[in-house]
């Protein structure tokens, strides 16, 4: 997955920047077709703000945020909230499979 990170009006430590990437990459558990991510620190007055936009193939792009007094908090709940939605998206388009037939009951009595 490509993730592309860019700093408005601050300066993010690099170990901010490694583990945002690693964080990233772990949403591919969530739903195999996201295919990049766009990241966007910034400092509002004395709030740190992380936004994120998760391009998925074939799919609307996922779109979060998060804010705290540091950016690994800000990004821990951009992540949280990233996982929440791909869950979702994933558990939504599950439901609508036709079970299987091997269940009891199921098959052409």
Known sequence: ??????????DVP???????????????????RVSGAEVVFEVEKHLKKVEAVVKVDREEPVVAG????E???ALDQMVDRLAKILR?????KKDHYRPPT???????E
């Open 14 to 32: 690099a170990t901010v920047l490694s583990r945002t990437e690693e964080q990233l990459q772990k949403l591919s558990r969530y739903d195999p």
């Open 1 to 10: 997955m490509r993730v592309q990170i860019a700093a408005r009006h601050c």
């Open 66 to 69: 998060g804010e705290g007094v």
């Open 71 to 73: 950016f690994r908090e």
């Open 88 to 92: 979702r998206r994933r558990s939504q």
């Open 102 to 108: 091997s269940e009891p009951g199921l098959a052409g």
